[in-house]
């Protein structure tokens, strides 16, 4: 099979997960820019990650053949702190002339504060202004539907915003509707313990449509799995779909959606 | 969408369905056993239990963990979630 992981956080893996998404059939992968697991202490901390992004990162997936996008933002739990978050956004017009940024994430609410909100707000006015993609974290557990519903009530009162060019990730079952109801794409994580499992992932296929949502593993540092997007297109096989259908949501629905930024390119 | 050649889904997820089920008796006995039963969580889990009986029984059951307010709250002071809604569970 061939498919896209449009949403895997590398730095925190090793180069064996690279082997192993090449060897099932990952033809590029995409990286949001996201929460280290502790707060920088400062702008220049970002500065370096958006350079580990946008060029080393590229260079160590392209050792194993395997290209290398991103996202860039600062995330929302390290938004709270308007003035860092200020110079960090500040930051990101330089970097979106990289070749490998597809555009502005992954930026959204975490605990659903005002704080958090403002910066979002700041972010899809960047987004705006330079025409770039989408990507949005919704909150976790708890505050994930009350979270998503604030997210795409704000991105759909901005008439300057093609809700096309916008995926609301994470998405669940008490979430996906309000989602695709209003026009955007939805993003489907696999995760051992929280969000999704691979069954559920294609329940919600199966119920809400599959036009336009995807898959992904949202690797990082956490409890989660390189390989899970590769394994729920097996759990897909196991209950009767055709290789066509399986290409569809796996590989030709993500690179739908990443080819609306001219970067996005599969050799 | 649906698959070409349709599989009986009792066949497919009936053994891990059982097991699951069996873990969380097992986790609600070993809870009750070292007296845990008023933790917030607890309490929140065994409401949504009642989601088992309603007729969307998955998006229930996380509506009964979700925080039910609109507004936004005034600054985030923890970064995690712990996966219900504190003020729901103490129904």
């Given at each position: 099979m061939r498919y896209i992981e449009p949403h895997a956080h590398m730095?925190?893996?090793?180069?064996?997960?690279?082997?192993?998404?090449?060897?099932?059939?990952?033809?590029?992968?995409?990286?949001?820019?996201?929460?280290?697991?502790?707060?920088?202490?400062?702008?220049?901390?970002?500065?370096?990650?958006?350079?580990?992004?946008?060029?080393?990162?590229?260079?160590?997936?392209?050792?194993?053949?395997?290209?290398?996008?991103?996202?860039?933002?600062?995330?929302?739990?390290?938004?709270?702190?308007?003035?860092?978050?200020?110079?960090?956004?500040?930051?990101?017009?330089d970097f979106l002339k990289s070749d490998t940024v597809l555009g502005i994430g992954e930026i959204g609410?975490?605990?659903?504060s005002r704080n958090e909100m403002n910066v979002l707000e700041k972010h899809v006015n960047l987004a705006a202004e330079n025409d770039q993609l989408?990507?949005?974290?919704?909150?976790?557990?708890?505050?994930?539907?009350?979270?998503?519903?604030?997210?795409?009530?704000?991105?759909?009162?901005?008439?300057?915003?093609?809700?096309?060019?916008?995926?609301?990730?994470?998405?669940?079952?008490?979430?996906?509707k309000y989602v695709m109801d209003a026009g955007f794409w939805g993003g489907l994580t696999l995760y051992p313990e929280s969000k999704c499992t691979s069954a559920r992932a294609i329940d919600i296929l199966e119920n809400f449509g599959s036009e336009r949502l995807w898959m992904n593993s949202a690797c990082d540092w956490g409890v989660s799995v390189p390989l899970s997007v590769p394994y729920a297109a097996q759990e897909m096989r196991r209950r009767g779909y055709d290789d066509k259908t399986i290409d569809r949501i796996f590989y030709r629905n993500p690179v739908e959606f990443l080819s609306q930024c001219s970067n996005f390119k599969l050799r | 969408m649906e698959p070409k050649e349709k599989q009986n889904t009792v066949e497919l997820y009936f053994m891990e369905a059982r097991a699951k089920l069996i873990d969380i008796a097992a986790f609600m006995d070993r809870v009750e056993r070292d007296g845990h039963t008023e933790?917030?969580?607890?309490?929140?889990?065994?409401?949504?239990?009642?989601s088992l009986e309603s007729e969307n029984r998955v998006q229930d059951v996380l509506m009964s963990f979700s925080d039910p307010t609109d507004e936004l709250i005034p600054a985030a002071t923890i970064k995690a979630a712990c996966g219900t809604w504190p003020e729901e569970s103490q129904q």
């Open positions: 730095v925190s893996r090793t180069t064996d997960d690279y082997v192993a998404m090449v060897t099932a059939g990952c033809k590029a992968v995409c990286e949001p820019a996201f929460w280290a697991g502790f707060d920088r202490s400062s702008a220049n901390g970002f500065y370096d990650y958006f350079c580990q992004l946008t060029d080393y990162e590229p260079k160590r997936s392209a050792k194993f053949g395997l290209p290398h996008y991103c996202w860039l933002c600062i995330n929302p739990k390290e938004a709270e702190d308007i003035k860092l978050a200020d110079e960090v956004i500040a930051l990101i017009p609410l975490n605990k659903n989408i990507l949005v974290h919704t909150p976790h557990l708890e505050d994930k539907h009350k979270g998503t519903k604030l997210i795409v009530d704000l991105i759909k009162s901005d008439s300057r915003i093609d809700p096309g060019k916008v995926l609301i990730d994470h998405v669940e079952e008490h979430t996906v | 933790d917030f969580r607890f309490k929140a889990f065994k409401y949504a239990l009642k």
